[in-house]
């Protein structure tokens, strides 16, 4: 006799899951179709667990065939539940049938010969047969237990080899559900006759809720949409075989002046607002919102994408309505060139972000698309990316110099120090390409740290031989911020010997730096005995008063505003290099390409010139080899 005294409760809650479940709004990916499965396979392995052993209990009562019929039911399910608990680990591990064939045949023919070994027991009584007496367990029996035991120790090794890219907690969810199970087969040996094993998979199946499978997870708050969490999984589960669907995005634009303007609250409840009009218009399509007014819609496959667009350009003409609140918001539109092919689901999201980033800049109502072209582009920004995070690990920074010569004698003075990257795909990158780059992920200041380095090095070594007064190092004005950049510069000049007079610090004004601070952090390195320059003076921003309050000792006039001195000569230039000597600064000329510059530049009362007319920067070894001689 069986005792079934734990069916019924187990069966409540798990009944209460499923209803739950299917209820709650859930992206199509594959773990979330694995799991209502398993949920149903459950549902349905216990119903019939509980009309057999009832049956089986009282054979007399009912025919043969009924009593197959049942038995082999619940074995099919049962056999089908082990089965998915281990599909279910390989879907969190994001393992599909490309990354282990060997694991998806193995388990693929497990299943089915469990499978054929019970279809045909009516016959050949393998796994049970049912006689006069009822019930009777065969010679293949024990491959309930074998089979399970089998899916779950794949499950283990999965994890044990793939399990890195889970968190912590996720890990441990999957060690636990795979333990508790082997511990519902170890209690289902011990005592066969109390039918426990559905107890502890509805315990397997409530951890894998809580960790993985809560819908909660994957929805935004304000909008009820899903989260970009969930819009990753699906690309995930998409890319690279195709895209992930007709694909519109949308970006509310200055989002977060915005949201300074007209305040948090404010802003949350427009978003919600978009959100309910978006719901209410387009039913059928799915929402993701992710992140900063960035949203992307996912149409059906024949959804015209630009009169979808229209149709919310439209509406974003209107104001959205609070309460008594009007917010007036714009957007900038994005869409995926349905053709293109991605490599990887990343790669894809870095194009999306992009494009969402740019489109903020441009005009209201304009539409960006991921095309090829973007897709280039952002594979160089990786590539250069990587170059960047390379030199600083290799410490392979190239620096070159340019002389600055005496404008008087045309005698090497000093010079600056250029930085390049060279890499195996791109070559030598050049700062253009990579210095914005670098100060836009921070890595700025190890790159800096490097060059200014390398350049006391170099000066150390051949400074003197070369009769070098100073070389220039580029400060960006990132690394002008950096509060620790004093300690640091100071420790490397001590390191080498040298006096900070020697290496002349560069830095141009900029509108988005904080000049105050600024301010203070030349005045404190200058009283260490730190030298500045103001580099590019004349281009788009430079505050003459601002200038006037700054312990420079030169100041560099950038190689545009000599250059349109040269092609439409006027009084600008001449009047400005006076203007900065009459304010005690030696003035320096970049860019000067001829002899006639070279010599007009000195008239106006250039100290120092700088171009290709004397030299291109060079790498350090040919800017020591040329020097070395002709000085
Ligand atoms: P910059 O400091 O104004 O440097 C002068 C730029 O003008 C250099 O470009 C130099 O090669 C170029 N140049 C000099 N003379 C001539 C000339 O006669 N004709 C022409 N056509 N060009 C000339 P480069 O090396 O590409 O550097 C560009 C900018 O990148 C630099 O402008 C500087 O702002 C930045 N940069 C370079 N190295 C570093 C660095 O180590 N750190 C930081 N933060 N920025 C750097
Ligand atoms: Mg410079
Ligand atoms: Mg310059």
Redesign the pocket.
């Known amino acids: 006799m069986w005792n079934l005294q734990y069916s019924i409760p187990t069966f409540l809650i798990l009944s209460i899951f499923l209803v739950f479940y299917i209820a709650r709004p859930k992206i199509p990916t594959r773990i979330n179709r694995t799991f209502i499965m398993l949920l149903l396979t459950d549902v349905v392995n216990m119903i019939f667990n509980y009309v057999s052993t009832y049956m089986d209990n009282d054979p007399s009562s009912y025919s043969i065939t009924a009593l197959y019929i049942t038995n082999y039911l619940f074995f099919v399910f049962y056999i089908l539940r082990s089965f998915l608990f281990c599909q279910f680990t390989i879907n969190v591990l994001e393992l599909n049938h490309r990354k282990i064939p060997l694991t998806y045949l193995l388990n693929g023919g497990v299943l089915f010969a469990c499978q054929i070994l019970t279809a045909v027991s009516p016959w050949l009584h393998t796994v049970f047969s049912i006689d006069g007496q009822g019930y009777h367990s065969g010679p293949f029996y024990n491959m309930m237990t074998v089979h399970f035991l089998y899916y779950l120790v794949v499950s283990m090794f999965l994890l044990l080899g793939s399990g890195k890219k889970l968190s912590l907690f996720q890990y441990i969810a999957v060690l636990s559900y795979d333990l508790i199970l082997f511990l519902g087969i170890a209690i289902r040996l011990a005592f066969p006759h109390i039918v426990l094993m559905d107890l502890f998979c509805l315990l397997a199946i409530i951890i894998q809720f809580l960790a993985f499978q809560n819908p909660d997870n994957y929805i935004e708050k304000r909008t009820r949409f899903f989260n970009r969490f969930a819009f990753e999984i699906l690309l995930s589960e998409t890319i690279p075989e195709k895209l992930a669907g007709n694909l519109l995005g949308f970006v509310l634009k200055n989002y977060t002046d915005n949201r300074i303007l007209y305040g948090g609250a404010q802003m949350d409840s427009g978003i919600t607002a978009i959100a309910g009009f978006l719901h209410n218009h387009y039913p059928s399509f799915r929402f993701y919102y992710l992140r900063n007014g960035e949203f992307v819609i996912e149409a059906k496959p024949d959804t015209d994408l630009n009169a979808l667009r229209s149709q919310i350009a439209a509406r974003f003409l209107q104001p959205w309505n609070r309460d008594y609140a009007k917010l007036y918001l714009q957007v900038g539109f994005v869409i995926a060139n349905q053709s293109l092919a991605f490599d990887s689901s990343e790669q894809f999201m870095d194009c999306l972000e992009s494009a969402f980033r740019e489109v903020d800049q441009i005009g209201a109502n304009e539409c960006l698309i991921i095309d090829e072209h973007r897709k280039r582009e952002r594979e160089q920004y990786l590539l250069i990316k990587r170059a960047i995070e390379n030199a600083i690990k290799e410490q392979n920074v190239q620096v070159f110099l340019q002389p600055i010569v005496d404008a008087k004698t045309h005698k090497l003075a000093g010079a600056?120090a250029l930085a390049r990257l060279e890499d195996p795909h791109l070559g030598l990158i050049m700062p253009g390409d990579f210095i914005s780059l670098a100060e836009e992920n921070g890595s700025i200041i190890s790159l800096g740290e490097q060059i200014f380095r390398k350049v006391c090095g170099f000066m150390a070594y051949y400074g003197n031989q070369l009769h070098l007064a100073w070389i220039?190092v580029?400060l960006s004005p990132i690394q002008c911020m950096d509060p620790n950049l004093i300690d640091e510069f100071s420790s490397i000049i001590e390191e080498y010997h040298l006096t900070p007079s020697r290496i002349h610090l560069?830095i141009t004004e900029q509108e988005n730096v904080d000049h105050r601070l600024l301010k203070k952090q030349i005045q404190e390195m200058t009283a260490k005995g730190f030298s500045f320059v103001l580099?590019d003076y004349g281009t788009g921003y430079s505050n003459i008063d601002r200038i006037k309050k700054l312990p420079l000792i030169n100041v560099k006039m950038d190689m545009s505003i000599v250059w349109e001195y040269f092609d439409h000569p006027d009084s600008l230039l001449p009047l400005s290099i006076q203007m900065l000597k009459d304010m005690g600064f030696s003035v320096t000329a970049e860019g000067v390409e001829t002899e006639e510059m070279a010599r007009e530049l000195y008239k106006m009362g250039c100290s120092y010139l700088q171009g290709y007319y004397f030299s291109k920067p060079v790498p350090l070894e040919e800017f020591y080899k040329k020097y070395h001689v002709t000085e």
């Open positions: 600056e220039n580029n560069e580099d």
